[in-house]
Nanobody, 119 residues
Framework: QVLLEESGGGLVQPGGSLRLSCVHS????????LGWFRQASGKGREFVAA????????RYGDSAKGRFTISRDNAKNTVYLQMNSLKPAVAAVYYC????????????WGQGTQITVSS
């Protein structure tokens, strides 16, 4: 059974930072690509970032470039999303997902973690 469990969300002030974590189990971790997506209230799901199996390749959505960093620790079966200079517009439920490659469909999803940006 494949499981993805996100953590690290919460309430943060504008301009603040958060680091999301996602622990993965059920696959050989260093053989899957991992991505972060988000869905704000009333909106569709949006791609945030993705990272290849060995961490050598990363991809970012336009809204994440320059402010978010995706990374992974294969020894801990964990992928991270470092989020800096947060603005209210990034508030959403953030989901971790796994796929066979950076261009493949994400077939496995976590339950999500909520981020709220407010003073």
């Amino acid at each position: 059974q494949v499981l993805l469990e996100e953590s690290g969300g919460g309430l943060v002030q504008p301009g603040g930072s958060l680091r999301l974590s996602c622990v993965h189990s059920g696959h050989t971790f260093n053989r899957v690509c991992l991505g972060w997506f988000r869905q704000a209230s009333g909106k569709g799901r949006e791609f945030v970032a993705a990272i290849s199996e060995n961490g050598a390749l990363t991809r970012y959505g336009d809204s994440a470039k320059g402010r978010f960093t995706i990374s992974r620790d294969n020894a801990k079966n964990t992928v991270y999303l470092q989020m800096n200079s947060l603005k209210p517009a990034v508030a959403a439920v953030y989901y971790c997902a796994a796929s066979a490659s950076l261009s493949a469909t994400y077939n496995y999803w976590g339950q999500g973690t909520q981020i709220t940006v407010s003073s």
